[in-house]
């Protein structure tokens, strides 16, 4: 077989790698690959003009194209790190997207709202809107995923909608600055507690890795940092509300 | 964990919650100290020490 492969030219060798068991087919498959994938991108950026591709639907097809030549399964793409932030995000956003198409938000903030107007006694809410307010910007370090983008998309648009439903039950104008400074200041606060929240989970995430370089068991900073992203939540919602003007304030 | 290094974290987490409920209270337009922002925040705390 060697023998066969050394008389091949090169192209026949790259063409044929897919189907070979030689020791250096893995090599050629290689080859092959990458530059199916250059020449994918130079084609891409010199007929951009022409080509109304989308180039998500482009790459989804090459990635298929080059997972049958190098023989790897989902599986082995997953089980790294280098699909996952964008896996991540692309999970959030189709939850997201999920969740809007079959009235998933709507429910959230019926439920919210409900949440708010439980009373202990007749007349004396539990928590009120701003308690539930600040359960729902904290929910991302409660449940903290491997990376905060799943929770951050998956959730944006309830928490902001969320907002929206606060300043209509404080009896403000959506036009209003004082509306639109509520509705930026939770939502920034949502935003910075789960940016951080992969800080603290024990399934993976910056905090692993963190944890993982000194040497540490998982999970050792998690409650240290926990803490710290709650006081932090809560800095940036004020700091939004008492210094940052909307637009045109 | 020994109970009081438990009992020291949970106060941590009493005391953070509270602050983030007051910082709320306080951008959200309402008094510091009302209840609906220190509740919440204190169940937050509380959560996150569980889980």
Known sequence: MSGEVKDMGLLKRLVLSPWRTDEKARMDR?????????????????FSSY?????????II??????????AKVQDLMAGLILHPIMAMTAGFLIAGAL???GGFDVLIKGLAWLAEVEIVPGLPLLGWVGVAVILANIP???????????AAAL????????????????????????????????????????ASCGPST??????????????????SARAQSAGILIATGIC????????QPVGG | MDIVTRMLLLIIFLVAGTLCGMMFNIALGRKPFERGGIMGGIIVGVAMFAI
């Not at chain 1, 080859?31 to 991108?41: D, H, I, Q, S, W």
């Not at chain 1, 370090?141 to 929770?151: A, K, S, V």
């Open chain 1, 30 to 46: 290689g080859r092959l690959t990458l530059l199916l994938f250059m020449a994918v991108l130079v084609v891409i950026i010199i």
């Open chain 1, 51 to 59: 080509i109304r591709v989308p180039i998500q639907t482009v790459l």
């Open chain 1, 62 to 71: 090459l990635a298929v194209v080059i997972m049958v030549i190098g023989r």
């Open chain 1, 100 to 102: 809007g198409l079959a």
């Open chain 1, 141 to 151: 370090t409660i449940m903290p995923m491997p990376c905060g983008r799943i929770l």
């Open chain 1, 156 to 195: 944006m648009l309830g928490v902001f909608l969320f907002a929206a439903a606060l300043a209509a039950a404080y009896g403000l104008d959506m036009e209003s600055n004082e509306a639109s400074v509520m509705i930026s200041a939770l939502v920034a606060g949502f935003i910075v507690n789960a940016a």
């Open chain 1, 203 to 220: 399934l993976g995430g910056i905090g692993g890795i963190g944890e993982g370089n000194l040497g540490l068991p998982i999970g050792r």
């Open chain 1, 237 to 244: 919602t004020l700091v939004i509300a008492l210094v940052v």
